[in-house]
């Protein structure tokens, strides 16, 4: 692969927003084998960008990871006191990120491109009154039974019903203000290094008296990468998942790809309702902020088109 004649010349900057397949096999399994093999297998496309020469900021999901974390707390409550979910998005981003870092260096050192990768473990700022608090509605962990969520709900957490499969807790999913370890980030990135930040979102915290608290909340990884992205002063946002392109009537006869969009074209699909909350919807929402704020190019696409889709040729891309 190379830069030259896809619009974006070498040295561009790139800022990745991983997601969960990049993390967990393509059952969903999440066991420690299984996350290693599947960053293993996403490490390749990011290492053939940077081979190719582009600065590459990455930052990555969190939910199975904190979905195992909230099972362990759950479990082992009488012996070991819960911690709270800000904690959670902590620990991952570490885990995560160190996995990332060898598997990085791996793939880079074998395309003869090496280059130090850096872990940022992140603090995102984000309002104390967000509506997101008083009314949470982003899914965490796994379903339960309605008696076993009944007994959470007695200790204080939020549940609801999803149909057949069961109960899960709600958690309050706040707008990302400030991604406030990005300068770190900017540092080692101008530096040279490649970056890891802003994980799961990064741990949501508020300014309370002059300092800065932990909140019980997750920030969307794709809104916080958006942010980050400006914050990095990056060319280009990809969003890497595990469908080829946006679709709009998604689920319907009419489901057609999103090829080559406009930010003005995406607000629209948006508001007609095309792109479902908390899966596609923040995605397409980071693009369209991304591109809409002056960046250069944003790209939805899938892991394996990264590259192609960081040079506006694959994916769902939006330019102005
Ligand atoms: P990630 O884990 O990569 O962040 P998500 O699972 O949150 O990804 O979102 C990707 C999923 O969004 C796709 O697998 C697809 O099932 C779903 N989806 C919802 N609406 C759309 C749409 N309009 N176009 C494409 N995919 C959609
Ligand atoms: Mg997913």
């Not at 900057?13 to 059952?27: C, E, F, K, P, Q």
């Not at 008296?209 to 990056?234: I, S």
């Amino acid at each position: 692969m190379t830069w030259t004649g896809g619009g974006t010349p070498g040295g561009a900057r790139v800022m990745i927003a991983l997601g969960g397949n990049a993390m967990t096999a393509s059952d969903g399994s999440a066991t420690p084998d299984a996350q290693a093999a599947a960053i293993e297998r996403a490490m390749a496309p990011v290492a053939d960008l940077v081979a190719a020469g582009a600065r590459v900021a990455l930052t990555h999901g969190n939910g199975p990871q904190v979905g195992n974390l909230l099972i362990k707390n759950r479990l082992a409550a009488g012996v070991v006191p819960p911690v709270p979910l800000d904690w959670c998005g902590a620990q991952t981003q570490a885990t995560v990120g160190v996995m990332i870092m060898n598997a990085l260096e791996r793939a880079l050192a074998a395309r003869g491109a090496s280059r130090p990768v850096a872990t940022i473990v992140t603090r995102t700022l984000v309002d104390a009154a967000d509506p997101g608090f008083a009314d949470p509605a982003k899914p965490v962990g796994r379903y339960f039974p309605e008696r076993q969520a009944r007994s959470a709900m007695e200790r204080g957490e939020v549940w609801r019903p999803f149909g057949e499969r069961g109960w899960r807790r709600v958690v309050a999913s706040p707008e990302p203000l400030e991604i406030l370890d990005a300068g770190a980030a900017a540092a080692l990135l101008d530096a040279g290094h490649i970056v890891v930040a802003a994980g799961g979102g990064g741990a949501p915290v508020v300014r309370a008296g002059g300092t800065l608290r932990g909140v019980e909340a997750v920030v969307d990884k794709d809104l916080a990468a958006e942010l980050l992205a400006r914050r990095l002063g990056a060319d280009v946002l990809v969003i890497a998942t595990d469908v080829e392109h946006a679709m709009t009537g998604y689920g319907t006869p009419d489901e057609r790809p999103l090829h080559r969009t406009t930010a003005a074209e995406l607000a629209r699909l948006a508001a007609a309702g095309h792109f479902a909350g908390g899966s596609m919807g923040p995605k397409v929402e980071a693009v369209r902020r991304f591109v809409a704020a002056g960046g250069r190019r944003a790209a939805i696409a899938s892991l394996a088109r990264l590259g192609d889709a960081a040079r506006g040729a694959a994916g769902t891309v939006v330019e102005a």
